[in-house]
C-alpha cells in the first residue's frame, strides 16, 4: 500500500471514529451534544463533526508532509511530538463553562479517538 493510499485511509478512519463516538453518545444514548455562548446554543450535530475531525486529519497531514520535506530524518519524532502538543492543547476548551460534563466528556473522547487513529496512522512508516 502507497504512502498516500494508507494516509487516506488513515484520515478516513480518524473521520469515522468522531462520528461513532457521536452517534454512540447522541442518537444511540439520547444525549444531545450542546455548547452554549451567552444567549446562543450551538448543537453539535455529525455535520459539523465530520467536518472538524476531517480539516484536523488533512491539518496533520499536511504537517507530516512539509516536515518530511525540510526535516526528513527526524520528520516523523517532530511529527509526533507536534500531534500530541495539538491534542493537549485542544482539551483546553473543556475547562470554561458553556457546555454539561456529557458533552464534555463525548467531545474530549472524539478528540482522544482522532488522535489515536492520526497518531499511528499517519506516523507509520512504509
Known amino acids: 500500500m502507497s504512502t498516500r493510499t494508507r494516509r487516506l485511509a488513515a484520515t478516513a478512519l480518524a473521520v469515522?471514529?468522531?462520528v461513532l463516538v457521536w452517534l454512540v453518545a447522541d442518537p444511540l444514548l439520547g444525549h444531545r451534544l450542546r455548547m452554549a455562548d451567552g444567549e446562543e446554543t450551538l448543537d453539535i450535530t455529525?455535520?459539523?463533526?465530520?467536518?472538524?475531525?476531517?480539516?484536523a486529519s488533512l491539518a496533520g497531514w499536511g504537517l507530516l508532509a512539509v516536515l518530511e520535506r525540510f526535516v526528513?530524518?527526524?520528520?516523523?519524532t517532530v511529527w509526533i511530538s507536534a500531534a500530541g502538543a495539538v491534542l493537549a492543547v485542544s482539551f483546553l476548551?473543556?475547562?470554561g463553562d458553556g457546555m454539561d460534563g456529557g458533552t464534555r466528556l463525548t467531545l474530549a473522547l472524539m478528540h482522544v479517538a482522532v488522535a489515536a487513529v492520526l497518531?499511528?496512522?499517519?506516523?507509520?512508516?512504509?
Open 72 to 76: 526528513a530524518a527526524r520528520a516523523r
Open 119 to 126: 497518531i499511528p496512522g499517519l506516523g507509520r512508516r512504509v
Open 46 to 55: 455529525a455535520g459539523p463533526v465530520v467536518f472538524v475531525a476531517l480539516l
Open 93 to 95: 476548551p473543556f475547562l
Open 16 to 18: 469515522l471514529a468522531a
